[in-house]
């Protein structure tokens, strides 16, 4: 009997590959319109775009390649209808089949969760609930936590790790709610509600992880919100990724973009905040040294002002002034005497030096007046060859008229006088300027 053929056994590629290969090979999938509603929609930062597009009953994995994004005018965004051309591949690497666009167009209608979302967004934003003034302050440091999300999955194990490394001693009560699909709105209200009435938690983390706008719908629901407003405990809300946004998030006192971010936000990084108080101790013990050490020098500034400035310094110091204004006062007293000592000297040579002064001036005048005199005398005339004439009364002859012949005259010279008699008169006549001379 001959033995049975083993079978052929495939490998994952191989198998990938050629259902890669069937889809490619049906003309219908390479180059398809579909429509649908937009959800989950993620811009990447190299530019391709990705997206789910769906309806009422399911939905498929859409992606765009940047080069065909660049092309779009416009954004999508979440909630859109929109028609879809492309390509439906199946991407070999996950095994996953999805819907390669090449060209997005917007139909004229919202989708209804869309329609459903804003409207309530709106509501709610009119009724102030989503107004700052609202808003519970979060405690910085917190001793118990609660928490109300899926008791499985990465939300739960993500809060729980990140509380735990960043407070060891945190205590942590978890309300297992459904998150999503038929009655996640009803038990989550319900967790809150719980958690707020024992009272126990200093603050509550209310959320999930990511997912398109029907997974995440039970935080936009209506009674959500309003469990969040009427909740005593301030509530942090953690639902999705960064990029997606629910009712949830604008109620609550404090929105993180991830569960994550919500544990980091809640809890203290007590490690952090021990190395900060030790470092402000040590601040603090530096500054107190700094100002024991100002405070002492102070004092012994003090100290030695007292002494300078106390009595017996200020008497020392008095007694020291008054010898030294004494041993100056005797100082200018002896120069004062010798001063007083020497004036009588001194008085007598000025005098003596401004007698001689005074006679020597006194001579010089009379030695003027003495030649003045002289160049006025008679005698001086007289002298250079001149006479003096008088008559027998002495009185002086000045004048031919005054004399007669026959009158005794005195004729008086330099050396002696002579007695004469005239014997003739004879006037100068102005026209005869001889006898002028005669």
Same mark, same amino acid.
């Given at each position: 009997? *001959?033995?049975?053929?083993?079978?052929?056994?495939?490998?994952?590629?191989?198998?990938?590959?050629?259902?890669?290969?069937?889809?490619?090979?049906?003309? *219908?999938?390479?180059?398809?319109?579909?429509?649908?509603?937009? %959800?989950?929609?993620?811009?990447?930062?190299?530019?391709?775009?990705?997206?789910?597009?769906?309806?009422?009953? $399911?939905?498929?994995?859409?992606?765009?390649?940047? $080069?065909?994004?660049?092309?779009?005018?416009?954004?999508?965004?979440?909630?859109?209808?929109?028609?879809?051309?492309?390509?439906?591949?199946?991407?070999?690497?996950?095994?996953?089949?999805?819907?390669?666009?090449?060209?997005?167009?917007?139909?004229?209608?919202?989708?209804?969760?869309?329609?459903?979302?804003?409207?309530?967004?709106?509501?709610?934003?009119?009724?102030?609930?989503?107004?700052?003034?609202?808003?519970?302050?979060?405690?910085?440091?917190?001793?118990?936590?609660?928490?109300?999300?899926?008791?499985?999955?990465?939300?739960?194990?993500?809060? &729980?790790?990140?509380?735990?490394?960043? $407070?060891?001693?945190?205590?942590?009560? @978890?309300?297992?709610?459904?998150?999503?699909?038929?009655?996640?709105?009803?038990?989550?209200?319900?967790?809150?509600?719980?958690?707020?009435?024992?009272?126990?938690?200093?603050?509550?983390?209310?959320?999930?992880?990511?997912?398109?706008? #029907?997974? @995440?719908? *039970?935080?936009? #629901?209506?009674?959500?919100?309003?469990?969040?407003?009427?909740?005593?405990?301030?509530?942090?809300?953690?639902?999705?990724?960064?990029?997606?946004?629910?009712?949830?998030?604008?109620?609550?006192?404090?929105?993180?973009?991830?569960?994550?971010?919500?544990? #980091? @936000?809640?809890?203290?990084?007590?490690?952090?905040?021990?190395?900060?108080?030790?470092?402000?101790?040590?601040?603090?013990?530096?500054?107190?040294?700094?100002? &024991?050490?100002?405070?002492?020098?102070?004092?012994?500034?003090?100290?030695?002002?007292?002494?300078?400035?106390?009595?017996?310094?200020?008497?020392?110091?008095?007694?020291?002034?008054?010898?030294?204004?004494?041993?100056?006062?005797?100082?200018?007293?002896?120069?004062?005497?010798? #001063?007083?000592?020497?004036?009588?000297?001194?008085?007598?040579?000025?005098?003596?030096?401004?007698?001689?002064?005074?006679?020597?001036?006194?001579?010089?005048?009379?030695?003027?007046?003495? %030649?003045?005199?002289?160049?006025?005398?008679?005698?001086?005339?007289? $002298?250079?060859?001149?006479?003096?004439?008088?008559?027998?009364?002495?009185?002086?002859?000045?004048?031919?008229?005054?004399?007669?012949?026959?009158?005794?005259?005195?004729?008086?010279?330099?050396?002696? %006088?002579?007695?004469?008699?005239?014997?003739?008169?004879?006037?100068?006549?102005?026209?005869?300027?001889?006898?002028?001379?005669?």
């Amino acid at each position: 009997m *001959a033995a049975a053929q083993k079978p052929y056994v495939y490998t994952v590629t191989q198998v990938n590959h050629h259902i890669s290969s069937m889809f490619q090979a049906d003309r *219908a999938l390479g180059a398809i319109l579909v429509k649908g509603e937009l %959800s989950n929609v993620k811009y990447a930062s190299s530019g391709h775009l990705f997206f789910t597009l769906k309806d009422d009953a $399911s939905q498929i994995r859409c992606a765009m390649w940047a $080069s065909d994004a660049r092309r779009m005018k416009e954004r999508i965004k979440d909630g859109e209808a929109v028609t879809v051309f492309g390509q439906i591949s199946v991407y070999e690497r996950d095994g996953t089949y999805q819907l390669y666009a090449r060209a997005i167009r917007r139909d004229n209608s919202t989708g209804a969760l869309y329609e459903r979302y804003e409207a309530l967004k709106k509501k709610l934003l009119e009724m102030g609930m989503f107004d700052e003034q609202y808003k519970k302050p979060i405690p910085k440091y917190i001793k118990t936590l609660g928490v109300v999300t899926a008791m499985t999955g990465a939300a739960v194990r993500d809060i &729980i790790n990140v509380s735990k490394r960043r $407070s060891p001693g945190i205590q942590i009560i @978890l309300y297992p709610a459904t998150v999503q699909g038929d009655g996640a709105a009803q038990t989550i209200v319900r967790g809150i509600e719980t958690l707020d009435a024992m009272g126990i938690a200093d603050v509550i983390i209310v959320g999930r992880g990511g997912g398109s706008i #029907e997974d @995440l719908w *039970a935080f936009n #629901e209506e009674s959500v919100a309003w469990a969040v407003w009427n909740c005593s405990t301030p509530i942090i809300s953690a639902v999705g990724h960064e990029t997606d946004t629910t009712i949830t998030d604008f109620v609550a006192d404090l929105r993180a973009p991830t569960p994550s971010a919500a544990a #980091e @936000l809640a809890v203290t990084d007590m490690s952090s905040a021990l190395q900060s108080l030790q470092e402000r101790g040590a601040r603090l013990s530096g500054l107190m040294n700094q100002s &024991i050490m100002r405070f002492r020098q102070r004092s012994t500034q003090y100290s030695l002002m007292l002494r300078l400035n106390g009595p017996e310094e200020r008497l020392r110091r008095s007694e020291q002034f008054l010898l030294s204004a004494a041993e100056r006062m005797d100082t200018a007293m002896s120069v004062r005497v010798r #001063e007083i000592s020497a004036l009588p000297a001194r008085y007598r040579e000025l005098l003596d030096i401004r007698m001689a002064d005074c006679v020597k001036r006194a001579c010089h005048r009379l030695e003027l007046y003495e %030649s003045k005199l002289n160049a006025l005398s008679p005698m001086a005339k007289i $002298s250079a060859g001149y006479a003096y004439i008088e008559d027998a009364g002495h009185r002086a002859v000045r004048s031919v008229s005054e004399v007669k012949k026959g009158d005794t005259l005195r004729i008086r010279l330099r050396d002696g %006088s002579i007695t004469a008699v005239a014997g003739e008169v004879k006037p100068v006549r102005d026209s005869d300027p001889q006898s002028r001379h005669t």
